[in-house]
């Protein structure tokens, strides 16, 4: 219940943060240390695949150089909810990306 909660204030963080991105800078947060926390979900077997859906969605906002970075990383997740979900998402996220 503690991982879902934190999971969720992290999403609503993020979803602050991105909308943030467009306007400024922000000094409040490190964002390698964000990004690396928001990896670290999308590697996660036992966290939502919506929670790691979300995680590869705002990698791909706030870095997406970083976001690029952790295909092999990505194509690598053995777990059921990866094999249905979050490798799919990633590549469609990465093809709109370089389609940009």
Known sequence: AHTLLLYALLAKHCRYVLRQIGKKKSTYYNE?????????IVKDPDAD??????????ISKISPDRFRSIEKTVKALTDEDATKW???DYEKKLIDLNNK
């Open 32 to 40: 390698e240390e964000m990004l690396d926390l928001l990896v670290d």
């Open 49 to 58: 695949w919506m929670a790691r859906t979300a995680s590869l969605h705002a």
């Open 86 to 88: 979050v490798i799919s």
